[in-house]
T-cell receptor, first 113, second 114 residues
Framework: AQKVTQAQTEISVVEKEDVTLDCVYE???????LFWYKQPPSGELVFLIR????DEQNEISGRYSWNFQKSTSSFNFTITASQVVDSAVYFC??????????WGAGTKLIIKP | GAVVSQHPSRVICKSGTSVKIECRSL??????MFWYRQFPKQSLMLMAT?????????EQGVEKDKFLINHASLTLSTLTVTSAHPEDSSFYIC??????????FGPGTRLTVT
């Protein structure tokens, strides 16, 4: 069965620290997609990244980076030099052939000034 | 990028009344739309898959007679919460799915039933 685990319920760091949000997934499919979304207090989901199962290259986008490792079924998200505006709930999600998203429980990230 | 709108963004209704939430894809056609609900401090829970021109597919435990979904066109799906009760108070989010692996999410509708 498919499953996405975000073991960190809440993380609190001081501004400018680096922080990594963990995501572990389970799937039997060989073709799948992994996503990260940000949900600020307003509630609107903000798309951050999509990665397909055949592309294990790590990605960097400004202060954000993602580490996809199929060997450990993980797709971790790192924010470098965190800022207060990064405070939000972050969701990791998995999509298989039926296109439905399997969501992790979310990690609440608190960046203190 | 693709834009999905939801209306209303916030609604308060009395117990026993019905509420309709609209989800529109503004700049693309969506053959499939998804409806989610999210309780405070929880993840998104898929309620149903809405396909244009056919009946919606509901997830286990979601009452189809209570949560009526109509996907009458390629740009509009509606969710009607019938005979709403306080326990239906939640954040409802729709997503539109053109023909790729990416879903585009609406901004959500916060429903409060008093």
């Amino acid at each position: 069965a498919q499953k996405v685990t975000q073991a960190q319920t809440e993380i609190s760091v001081v501004e400018k620290e680096d922080v990594t949000l963990d995501c572990v997934y389970e799937t039997r499919d060989t073709t799948y997609y992994l996503f990260w979304y940000k949900q600020p207090p307003s509630g609107e989901l903000v798309f951050l990244i999509r990665r397909n199962s055949f592309d294990e290259q790590n990605e960097i986008s400004g202060r954000y980076s993602w580490n996809f490792q199929k060997s450990t079924s993980s797709f971790n998200f790192t924010i470098t030099a965190s800022q207060v505006v990064d405070s939000a709930v972050y969701f990791c999600a998995l999509s298989e052939a039926n296109y439905q998203l399997i969501w992790g429980a979310g990690t609440k990230l608190i960046i203190k000034p | 990028g693709a834009v999905v709108s939801q209306h209303p963004s916030r609604v308060i209704c009395k117990s026993g009344t019905s509420v309709k939430i609209e989800c529109r894809s503004l700049d693309f056609q969506a053959t499939t739309m998804f409806w989610y609900r999210q309780f405070p401090k929880q993840s998104l829970m898929l309620m149903a898959t809405s396909n244009e021109g056919s009946k919606a597919t509901y997830e286990q435990g979601v009452e189809k007679d209570k949560f009526l979904i109509n996907h009458a066109s390629l740009t509009l799906s509606t969710l009607t919460v019938t005979s709403a009760h306080p326990e239906d108070s939640s954040f409802y989010i729709c997503s539109a799915f053109p023909l790729s692996y990416e879903q585009y999410f609406g901004p959500g509708t916060r429903l409060t039933v008093t």
